[in-house]
């Protein structure tokens, strides 16, 4: 074969695609049922809109983006994740004119260079909410409580939530100088990559993926302890909503997140079903990030999650997707009824029954092989005596019975 899809990406075949509907659909009733009305984006955008909003510093931007030069030379990207794109949006738009707090949700692919591996591909899909207008915790509980509702929902309950509190614009700057501090007295014993953040982003030193730096740094001094009372008091709100919700979390001290316009809550939800890539989702309040781009000042709260990780887990249950297979096949036994039984299963169609019939001329022996194939529920056989008589011989193959029925009465009987 000369053309294969490109490393990293992936089909979902027909064979998969009724559980990622079910899936989607689940997905979307939760969203429903808090209130988050579906935003559709364009899932390219100007570079520069990820560059500013992720941080010039993350992996993402400086590493994985799929940024190219259209034809008129206009530097474009393939979305890597939605917020930047919703919070244009919700620019743009003046979404925040009309209400005061916009509740949105997306499900959609995003894009990212990355190595491939399981649970790690350069086209994957997220599914995600923002909350924007509103600075309370409730809100972050909120958007806590809707991701975790959705892995409840579909029956998964080996997972694990962290929160964290990565403090704000005021108290951040003083915790970092801290820890850049203690880290720069250790510097040369930990890993290059460490080494280099430690003036950038000190943070992402703490939850470096090096064994070795996470020993040299267990006793480094978290922000939790460093917080200002505004974030202090906000972060024990959020935790004593969840406990009122029933949420189990724990705090993680260490928990900060790639992305840089994170203020205050910052979560992530992870499952022992999967393997090294264990992330399912995370998120937090990022309130300084719609001003960044050009907005006025809004406080925002919202989760991003992952398609493909939450199908693994589903899969190696092995969740059940309801079957999307025809109700009925109406098979021909002569060319008398071949027009009845096109015309019949159009009827049926457009009256809400899915039917399918044979399109390739085959023996009445074949016709019923697919029926079997199709799994259908009923079948018929369609030929010039029934059309006489008026009746047909109408088989459940779901457990093999007939019975008799009028032609007539053939719709209602199956609906
Ligand atoms: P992030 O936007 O990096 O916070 O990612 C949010 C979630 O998206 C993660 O927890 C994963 O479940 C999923 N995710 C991120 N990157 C990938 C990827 N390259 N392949 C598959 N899923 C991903």
Same mark, same amino acid.
């Given at each position: 074969?000369?053309?294969?899809?490109?490393?990293?990406?992936?089909?979902?075949?027909?064979?998969?695609?009724?559980?990622?509907?079910?899936?989607?659909?689940?997905?979307?009733?939760?969203?429903?049922?808090?209130?988050?009305?579906?935003?559709?984006?364009?899932?390219?955008?100007?570079?520069?809109?990820?560059?500013?909003?992720?941080?010039?510093?993350?992996?993402?931007?400086?590493?994985?983006?799929?940024?190219?030069?259209?034809?008129?030379?206009?530097?474009?990207?393939?979305?890597?994740?939605?917020?930047?794109?919703?919070?244009?949006?919700?620019?743009?738009?003046?979404?925040?004119?009309?209400?005061?707090?916009?509740?949105?949700?997306?499900?959609?692919?995003?894009?990212?260079?990355?190595?491939?591996?399981?649970?790690?591909?350069?086209?994957?899909?997220?599914?995600?909410?923002?909350?924007?207008?509103?600075?309370?915790?409730?809100?972050?509980?909120?958007?806590?409580?809707?991701?975790?509702?959705?892995?409840?929902?579909?029956?998964?309950?080996?997972?694990? +939530? $962290? !929160?964290?509190?990565?403090?704000?614009? @005021?108290?951040?700057? =003083?915790?970092?100088?801290?820890?850049?501090?203690? %880290? +720069? $007295? !250790?510097?040369?014993?930990?890993?290059? @990559?460490?080494?280099? =953040?430690?003036?950038?982003?000190?943070?992402?030193? %703490?939850?470096?993926?090096?064994?070795?730096?996470?020993?040299?740094?267990?006793?480094?001094?978290?922000?939790?302890?460093?917080?200002?009372?505004?974030?202090?008091?906000?972060?024990?709100?959020?935790?004593?909503?969840?406990?009122?919700?029933?949420?189990?979390?724990?705090?993680?001290?260490?928990?900060?997140?790639?992305?840089?316009?994170?203020?205050?809550?910052?979560?992530?939800?992870?499952?022992?079903?999967?393997?090294?890539?264990?992330?399912?989702?995370?998120?937090?309040?990022?309130?300084?990030?719609?001003?960044?781009?050009?907005?006025?000042?809004?406080?925002?709260?919202?989760?991003?999650?992952?398609?493909?990780?939450?199908?693994?887990?589903?899969?190696?249950?092995?969740?059940?997707?309801?079957?999307?297979?025809?109700?009925?096949?109406?098979?021909c036994?002569d060319e008398?009824?071949r027009?009845?039984v096109l015309?019949?299963?159009?009827?049926?169609?457009?009256?809400?029954?899915?039917?399918?019939c044979d399109l390739l001329s085959r023996s009445l022996?074949a016709q019923?092989?697919?029926?079997?194939?199709?799994?259908?529920?009923?079948?018929?056989?369609?030929?010039?005596?029934?059309?006489?008589?008026?009746?047909?011989?109408?088989?459940?193959?779901?457990?093999?019975?007939?019975?008799?029925?009028?032609?007539?009465?053939?719709?209602?009987?199956?609906?």
């Amino acid at each position: 074969m000369n053309y294969r899809a490109i490393k990293g990406t992936k089909d979902i075949l027909p064979s998969e695609s009724s559980r990622w509907q079910f899936v989607e659909q689940t997905i979307r009733d939760v969203f429903h049922r808090f209130n988050y009305k579906e935003i559709r984006t364009p899932i390219f955008e100007t570079t520069a809109l990820f560059a500013r909003s992720i941080g010039e510093l993350t992996d993402i931007v400086g590493k994985e983006m799929y940024t190219f030069q259209d034809r008129s030379g206009d530097s474009v990207t393939l979305r890597p994740e939605e917020t930047a794109s919703v919070m244009r949006s919700y620019i743009q738009n003046n979404l925040g004119e009309a209400q005061p707090l916009v509740k949105v949700y997306y499900i959609g692919p995003m894009f990212r260079q990355e190595r491939p591996q399981a649970g790690r591909l350069r086209q994957f899909h997220q599914f995600g909410a923002e909350a924007t207008g509103s600075p309370t915790a409730e809100t972050d509980a909120e958007i806590i409580a809707l991701a975790i509702e959705i892995y409840r929902r579909l029956g998964i309950t080996d997972y694990s +939530l $962290k !929160i964290n509190s990565v403090g704000d614009e @005021e108290c951040r700057p =003083r915790y970092k100088e801290i820890l850049r501090n203690e %880290l +720069l $007295k !250790i510097a040369e014993k930990l890993s290059p @990559e460490s080494q280099r =953040r430690i003036e950038q982003n000190p943070m992402r030193v %703490l939850d470096s993926k090096d064994e070795r730096d996470l020993e040299l740094t267990a006793a480094m001094p978290l922000i939790v302890d460093y917080l200002n009372e505004e974030c202090a008091a906000h972060f024990e709100k959020v935790k004593s909503l969840l406990t009122a919700y029933g949420i189990p979390f724990t705090v993680d001290g260490r928990l900060v997140r790639g992305l840089d316009y994170y203020t205050k809550t910052a979560f992530e939800i992870t499952s022992t079903e999967l393997g090294s890539q264990d992330a399912l989702a995370g998120g937090g309040r990022y309130d300084l990030l719609v001003k960044e781009l050009g907005g006025r000042s809004t406080p925002s709260v919202g989760f991003a999650a992952g398609m493909e990780r939450l199908m693994m887990i589903l899969e190696k249950k092995q969740f059940q997707a309801p079957q999307q297979n025809p109700k009925i096949f109406l098979a021909c036994a002569d060319e008398s009824a071949r027009e009845w039984v096109l015309r019949t299963t159009m009827h049926l169609r457009s009256n809400g029954i899915s039917a399918e019939c044979d399109l390739l001329s085959r023996s009445l022996k074949a016709q019923m092989k697919e029926a079997d194939r199709q799994n259908a529920k009923y079948v018929i056989v369609v030929g010039s005596k029934e059309l006489a008589n008026g009746k047909v011989l109408l088989k459940d193959l779901s457990n093999h019975t007939h019975q008799e029925v009028q032609l007539d009465t053939l719709q209602e009987l199956i609906q």
